[in-house]
């Protein structure tokens, strides 16, 4: 089996903390442009994960760690419990940006904990907790890459869904940080990436990420992907996770749960990557997540072109639940979940 030289998947880095600023790397332009936007304020920032000018699960718990960085600077205070106090509309905004991925209010949540227990440092105790939050979520992802790929034999195809790489993540990413060890160890054959409609996460983020690697890989229309498995092209489904609930349960861009009841029907095996950032042992089950619905705007246009008739009314849920009966596996950074349940989660995530 070979190995995998991680530094050669470090080149696209999604955020950059220049000490003064936030810089972004503008998800909405590419794979055509590439330009980072400066970010000054706490407020431009939750703003940015609102509009996807940064998204996926950790890479927005990144991004909101920063912000409540940029709004410490603009504070006044004698020890963290006073910065906390001044701060707390801060954290509110950024906590509120988007609803489904739980790893935004857990990483708030840290530089929240941080404050709390800092003296006259609370500012640089900030910044070093942010920092860490990024150097931690980089080196499980690499740990799970290496997790995740010794469950696929050699020889496998895999499909993949949205985008869950470097631009996801603080680098290497979660699902397709499978696939890239999974190519790198000669274990993955082909790569499937769906388009992942209507935001297109697969098509103009996955396959540019995969193609920058030099991985060739294989676009395919969402509603292809049962006629894939039927072909007996892909043995495994790799995903992403937004949130994972205590009984495994896990909700993922919309799309993931079809994916999953197809995949049981042709039977391909479906693998949930994500750190235990994503992990929400405090929700029981999927009925209790938030399903974010964005504006139907985006399904009513292409490229900023109308493409449907005024008046049609559009539905834009843009996360589903997959049960946990339809996952094979779940891969952390600290432990792999097989046939998941509360019992297996809480083997791993322990007990309340
Ligand atoms: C590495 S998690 C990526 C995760 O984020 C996606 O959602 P979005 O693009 O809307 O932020 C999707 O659910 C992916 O699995």
């Known amino acids: 089996m070979n190995t995998v030289d991680f530094d050669r998947y470090d080149h696209v880095r999604p955020i950059r903390w220049t000490g003064e600023v936030l810089e972004l790397l503008d998800q909405r332009v590419l794979p055509f442009e590439t330009f980072y936007r400066r970010l000054h304020t706490f407020d431009e920032v939750a703003a940015a994960i609102r509009d996807l000018v940064v998204r996926g699960a950790p890479a927005i718990g990144i991004s909101a760690a920063w912000g409540v960085v940029l709004a410490a600077k603009q504070v006044s205070a004698g020890d963290g419990q006073a910065a906390l106090k001044q701060l707390q509309p801060a954290f509110d905004v950024l906590n509120a940006s988007r609803p489904t991925a739980v790893n935004l209010a857990w990483a708030l949540g840290r ?3 941080v404050l709390a227990k800092s003296g006259s440092d609370w500012l640089s105790a900030l ?10 979520d980089l080196a499980a992802n690499r740990l799970m890459g290496r997790a995740g790929a010794e469950l696929i034999d050699v020889g496998s195809g895999v499909l993949t869904h949205c985008n869950t790489g470097s631009l996801a993540t603080a680098g290497f ?3 397709l940080g499978v696939i890239r060890a999974g190519v790198a160890e000669g274990r993955i054959d082909k790569v499937f990436a769906g388009e992942t409609r209507p935001w297109n ?5 996955t396959v540019w990420e995969l193609q920058e690697d030099g991985i060739p890989a294989t676009l395919i229309a969402d509603a292809a992907a049962a006629h894939l498995m039927k072909t007996g092209q892909v043995q495994w489904v790799v995903v992403g996770a937004d949130r994972i ?3 495994g349960d896990t909700a993922n861009k919309i799309g993931t749960y079809q994916l999953a009841i197809a995949a049981r029907h042709h039977g391909v095996k ?4 994500a750190p235990s950032s994503t992990v929400d042992m405090d929700t029981a089950s999927g009925e209790h997540i938030e399903i974010e619905e964005r504006d139907p705007g985006e399904l009513l ?4 072109k109308r493409t449907v008739a005024e008046g049609i009314v559009a539905w834009n849920p843009v996360f589903d639940v997959t049960p946990h009966d339809l996952i094979d596996a779940i891969v952390t950074e600290r432990g792999v979940i ?9 083997a791993v995530f322990g007990t309340p």
Do not use: F, K, Y
């Not at 996460?201 to 983020?205: D, E, F, K, P």
């Not at 479906?270 to 990557?273: G, I």
């Not at 097989?338 to 809480?346: A, F, H, N, V």
């Open 127 to 136: 910044e070093q907790e942010a920092l860490a939050i990024a150097t931690e």
């Open 111 to 113: 530089m929240r904990a």
């Open 245 to 247: 609930c205590a009984n």
């Open 173 to 175: 990413g979660t699902a």
């Open 201 to 205: 996460q697969g098509a103009r983020l």
């Open 270 to 273: 479906v693998m949930v990557v």
């Open 338 to 346: 097989l046939s998941p349940d509360e019992t297996g989660m809480r």
């Open 301 to 304: 246009t292409a490229l900023g």
